[in-house]
T-cell receptor
């Protein structure tokens, strides 16, 4: 089945130690998104790619970066994780012009 | 900021219809109404969307008022697996369809 895959499902990192979360998709969608969801809050959009074009949300901290080497893969890099970055990170995809986004299961990040 | 208002929580008896309201009084003419749900510890799941006509699919029905200032998501026969947070979102249907999630409604289906 076509899907959005996130690895790992659970990630533990140390304060200040860079971490990378990955997302892959078999849907061949040209738009990919990263959301942050903190405990008991709604998902919050960090940035998205339209094809290779990167679009950052205005309030996304500089500590968060992203890479999209090809259509299928997208990475979220957190350069120096703080305790406040502990959250569920959700990857989603959509097809150009469609209002439907397909979400992965998320990666739960713990910062110790 | 989210452009929708939803009740924080609702209960529904299993097998009965669940009617989830959403207020979007500042919706503009080219904005669609989208509904997503998020079951605990999973990613959000698309349910349905509409512009001004009522819509129905295998999961739910969407009723949009004539003035488009509010809508109702209807789950016709709620099951325990429908327990989730339901998000109502308004968004322009453009190339990238950014979703701004509000606080949503926690629907608890009771046995």
């Amino acid at each position: 089945d076509a899907m959005v895959i996130q690895n790992p499902r659970y990630q533990v990192t140390q304060f200040g130690k860079p971490v990378t979360l990955s997302c892959s998709q078999t849907l061949n969608h040209n738009v990919m998104y990263w959301y942050q969801q903190k405990s008991s809050q709604a998902p919050k959009l960090l940035f998205h790619y339209y094809d290779k074009d990167f679009n950052n949300e205005a309030d996304t901290p500089d500590n968060f970066q992203s890479r999209r080497p090809n259509t299928s893969f997208c990475f979220l890099d957190i350069r120096s994780p703080g305790l406040g970055d502990a959250a569920m990170y959700l990857c989603a995809t959509s097809r150009d012009g469609s209002g439907e986004q397909y979400f992965g299961p998320g990666t739960r990040l713990t910062v110790t | 900021d989210a452009k929708t208002t939803q009740p924080p929580s609702m209960d529904c008896a299993e097998g009965r219809a669940a009617n989830l309201p959403c207020n979007h009084s500042t919706i503009s003419g080219n904005e669609y109404v989208y509904w997503y749900r998020q079951i605990h510890s999973q990613g959000p799941q698309y349910i349905i969307h509409g512009l001004k006509n009522n819509e129905t699919n295998e999961m739910a029905s969407l009723i949009i008022t004539e003035d488009r200032k509010s809508s109702t998501l209807i789950l016709p026969h709620a099951t325990l697996r429908d327990t989730a947070v339901y998000y109502c979102i308004v968004s322009e249907r453009g190339a990238t369809n950014k979703l701004i999630f509000g606080t949503g409604t926690l629907l608890a289906v009771q046995p």
